[in-house]
């Protein structure tokens, strides 16, 4: 065997070994690892409907993206983070993962949502309102959108602004 031939060979050796790992997951077992963020618009909306609340979808990269991982650990899991969602927002999880493969439904909801928010880059994190017409469809009100943020402050103050001129323009 040649080097060329050795190289080719453990080059697709790997690429088979990554293909294997991105590993099915059931619906129930990826809405239990999303611990206080909801993977279903549907459901999002029906809570926003009760609570008056603004949804805020993150649009991320969680087993791969490192901006992803840092807001995740720095932002999300924070205490503050969570008592101030917990108040002002429907938490809802968009993921684009690379090592799991998550369940059609979740996986074709979210390249929709990608779609209709023009998403670029991860993370991206969108605070919006839906309607629903008689259809079913949804219409998108925006509030804003914001990325990666050192702190819980820093976060949720940009997203403070967001949902004061919701209730500007609403005229609360």
């Not at 999300?76 to 090592?99: C, G, M, Q, S």
């Not at 008689?134 to 103050?157: N, P, V």
């Amino acid at each position: 065997m040649n080097i060329k031939t050795i190289l080719f060979t453990l080059l697709s050796v790997f690429m088979l070994g990554a293909t294997v790992q991105a590993q099915a997951i059931a619906l129930e077992d990826y809405k239990a690892k999303n611990e206080g963020w909801e993977v279903n618009i549907d459901k999002a909306y029906e809570m926003s409907q009760k609570t008056g609340k603004p949804i805020l979808a993150n649009f991320t990269g969680s087993d791969w993206c490192g901006w992803c991982k840092r807001l995740d650990k720095s932002v999300f899991h924070t205490e503050e983070f969570k008592k101030w969602a917990a108040d002002n927002v429907i938490l809802l999880e968009l993921d684009f993962p690379r090592r799991m493969q998550l369940p059609a439904e979740i996986r074709k909801q979210n390249a929709n949502l990608q779609r209709a928010f023009s998403i670029t880059g991860y993370p991206t994190i969108w605070v919006f309102d839906l309607d629903k017409d008689e259809a079913g469809k949804y219409a998108i009100t925006a509030l804003g959108k914001t990325g990666y943020a050192k702190t819980s402050i820093e976060f949720t103050d940009a997203c403070d602004r967001m949902i004061a001129n919701r209730k500007t323009e609403q005229g609360e």
